[in-house]
């Protein structure tokens, strides 16, 4: 059973419409409920069946806050009448209903009828418990102070309700159509989950693998082969094998560290890979000291071994990056050029075409004027011809004139 210790905060008058057999009967407070419970007490899962130590008192856990009383007597309308007493302890987002039946019969039957079973509550889930004591202080720490032998319920951070089994039911029946959606709490719900480690792209649990550099799971190249194509994506190229917890190095295609230094001795010693009947023979059933510290010796230089192996890594990652980044300058410094040369040929490509331009109206107007200077030496010619011909035909006119004029006075002077 329980026991509730409630820290008050104020006390408030019920409102039962008129209805003053039921006022009377309930006593309406303001506060926080702290519920404990017997620390060797296991109760059990299996919703319908009664606890071995039962009371005439009951606790109901998360009645919705916009419930009154009379509207939960109406609700529990046939025990309303074997209610003796309602105490209903209220915060700001539910409220605690604590019942004090008139028989031990009564209980068990409201305990019957409405654990987790409360839907007409605006679709709540509520929860009855059997408790033996109900402590009302002012005082915290009085409050979350445990009593002797009992222990206080956790709460979710998340949605507040008990993590409880026997309260909140989280270990829900399942079927085969269940759906975690339909829990009031996910985060309830996950918590109680066991944790199955499975490769991080496909569902197998089978030869997996973890990259010791970011901590990857892929299963191995006998599956489908997701740690492999992790290595080749981000060249992380350790990998530890969950079954031998050996490292496997993807470049050299083998284990890395078959052999560790022995921290007593410094001798090199082979490192098995664990088994389940590793331990069959060895001294470690016996318990020794001596056997202890050999194991801690082994963890050491494991520790140490791993510690070298991830620097090597890490430095190997940083080379691998500091060249990617010196490549990616490269890259960009080249593009940054080829935008350049392209720029200027294509500006060399305009200034070709105008210089072919102006060379076409180059020759052209050369050829224009080798036409036109042999036509000016033809004309010139030409004129030259006619001067000549014209002082020829002035020179004969005048040759002819003055024989004329020879003539002319020869017959004068015959006339005469």
């Known amino acids: 059973m329980f026991t509730l210790r409630v820290f008050l905060e104020g006390e408030e008058k019920p409102r039962c419409d008129g209805e003053e057999e039921i006022e009377q009967r309930v006593a309406i407070f303001r506060g926080a409920v702290h519920l404990f419970r017997d620390v060797f007490e296991r109760p059990g899962i299996s919703f319908g069946s009664l606890p071995d130590e039962r009371s005439e008192n009951l606790c109901v856990l998360g ?86 032998g009992l222990t206080e319920i956790p709460t979710c951070t998340f949605c507040l309700q008990r993590l409880d089994e026997h309260i909140s039911g989280v270990p829900a029946r399942k079927v085969d159509s269940f759906d975690p959606r339909n829990s009031s709490c996910l985060v309830c719900w996950y918590s109680l989950q066991s944790e199955n480690t499975t490769c991080s792209v496909c569902p197998t649990s089978e030869n997996l693998w973890v990259c010791v550099i970011c901590g990857f799971v892929g299963c191995g190249r006998y599956k489908e082969g997701h740690a492999i194509r992790h290595w080749k994506e981000t060249r992380h190229c350790c990998s530890l094998e969950l079954e031998s917890q050996r490292v496997w190095d993807y470049v050299g295609d083998n284990y890395v ?51 070298i192996l991830q620097a090597k890594q890490l430095e190997s990652q940083s ?50 004027n080798q036409c036109l200077a042999d036509n000016q030496k033809k004309w010139e010619n030409k004129c030259h011809d006619l001067e000549e011909r014209g002082s020829a035909t002035l020179k004969l006119k005048d040759q002819r004139i003055a024989e004329l004029e020879e003539q002319m006075q020869s017959l004068i002077k015959q006339l005469e």
Request: hydrophobic share 35%; net charge negative.
């Open 63 to 148: 009645v919705p806050s916009a419930i009154e009383p009379a509207e939960f007597f109406q609700i529990a309308s046939s025990f309303s009448d074997k209610i003796e007493k309602l105490q209903c302890i209220r915060n700001d987002t539910s409220q605690t209903m604590v019942l004090q039946f008139d028989s031990q019969s009564s209980a068990d039957a409201f305990y019957h009828s409405f654990d987790v079973d409360l839907l007409p509550l605006k679709n709540a889930i509520c929860h009855v418990l059997y408790t033996t004591d109900v402590y009302f202080t002012n005082s915290l720490q009085d409050a979350c102070e445990a009593p002797p």
């Open 257 to 307: 560290h078959r052999f560790i230094l022995s921290k007593t001795d410094g001798n090199l010693m082979e490192l098995m890979a664990p088994s389940s009947d590793e331990c069959s023979g060895c001294e470690c059933s016996g318990g020794s000291d001596a056997f202890e510290r050999s194991c801690d010796t082994k963890l050491d230089s494991l520790k140490k071994e791993y510690e």
């Open 319 to 368: 080379k691998y990056y500091e060249g990617r980044l010196v490549q990616i300058v490269e890259e960009q410094e080249y593009e940054i050029a080829s935008a350049i040369e392209r720029q200027a040929s294509a500006r060399l490509h305009k200034l070709q075409l105008r210089l072919d331009k102006a060379e076409k109206e180059k020759n052209f107007l050369t050829q224009l």
